[in-house]
């Protein structure tokens, strides 16, 4: 990421709207702002940090980075508004004025592509708004930042913009020994945070690819699983397939064999009605033959 132009409009020390502008250096990749107390240094940084996190008025809660500017700050409306003792993030001459502007935008490029990121807030100190567009794709709020949260984690906020508040400590030849100062500090403190930070994300990342492996497993077995009782599914119906038909074949069998006794039962009763009038004829004609 590079960022080209920095706007701040009525925010902390910055009244009105002001611009500052960056060349890009291909051999440099950091930027550092300094000057004597007074000038707007931490205001500079704290608008930088505010961009990236917000003041947490849509979640009711002040990122732990932005609450460090007033840790007494009880709800995100109390931080962006001011108390007795914290003057809020929206400058009070503007707030005075009746101004209704209060934002800070970065423009830049990203991985070869534009962007503008803003963050605006209400003079109400209720409500605050972020726009992200990038190569053309525009987004708000919620998505606007869980894309920013991807590109830069909040919890390295604060190591890519930070106040150097050591190096106000220095003496008034502060300019001329800057350098050496600022290489110090990037060599041993930030930077250091950074790998460790960086080496649990990499912890974290294992443990997620643990917990990937147990699940693919366990869809693997409940996959085999699933088949298992399948086949003995379709091993069922076709046992219930064939017990059907063999139900089938014997109900035609009791049919038949139904039938053939009717049919017997039909043949016996005429032989025998045929045997009665028989036996019947040969009582008469034996009672004939005695009387002659």
Known sequence: MFISKITICNLFAYYGEITIGFKEQKDKNLYCIYGDNGFGKTSFIRCAKLLFLGAG???SNIPPVIKRFFPKAATPAQFIKGTSNW??????DAINEMKQDFFVSFEGSLD???FYLKRSFDSSGDIEHLLFKLDGETLHDDEAQD???AILPPNLVEFFFFDGEELEALSDNLRTKLREKIDEILQIKPLDILVKQIGKYKDELKANEIANEELQLKLKNAKRSKESKEDEIKH????LGNAEKFIEEKAVEIETTRKSIDKLEA???KERAGLIDEKISLKRSCKASKKG
Do not use: A, H
């Open 112 to 114: 070869g592509k534009s």
């Open 57 to 59: 008025t849509r979640e």
């Open 87 to 92: 003057l809020g993030i929206l400058n009070k």
């Open 147 to 149: 894309r920013i949260n």
């Open 236 to 239: 069922l119906v076709e046992m």
């Open 267 to 269: 043949d016996f009763s």
